[in-house]
């Protein structure tokens, strides 16, 4: 297989997955809340969400929180990781094409 089919190969098998993440994913709670509830002791995800904010007042705001486009539902979600998925890839495509040249290949 050339370099090019495999490149695009990751990449279809990359929005499949982008694709069926959110319907494959527990979202009772998710891996990264759950291990942020342990992280401050127990309680719930707006708790725990509390106690880092006290202790860390920075604020910020993810641009795709809880990796959904707000008020569309799976349909949100699918698109915010795909949205990340293909952003990923540009700047990957991009990093080796970079580095590739300096390299001289």
């Known amino acids: ?23 494959l994913a527990s979202s009772n709670p998710d891996g990264l809340d759950k291990n942020l509830i342990n992280l401050v002791g127990g309680g719930s995800e707006e708790h725990a969400e509390e106690i880092i904010g006290e202790r860390m ?7 795709l929180p809880d ?3 707000e008020g569309m539902g799976k349909l949100g979600e699918v698109g ?24 001289g290949t």
């Open 67 to 69: 990796y959904s486009i």
């Open 80 to 103: 915010a990781i795909m949205a990340g998925t293909l952003l990923m890839l540009g700047i990957s495509l991009g990093l080796g094409k970079v580095l590739g040249r300096k390299q």
């Open 1 to 23: 297989m050339s370099k090019n089919g495999i490149i695009i190969a990751g990449a279809v098998i990359a929005i499949i997955i982008s694709v069926l993440a959110p319907f």
């Open 57 to 63: 007042p920075i604020e910020y705001e993810a641009p």
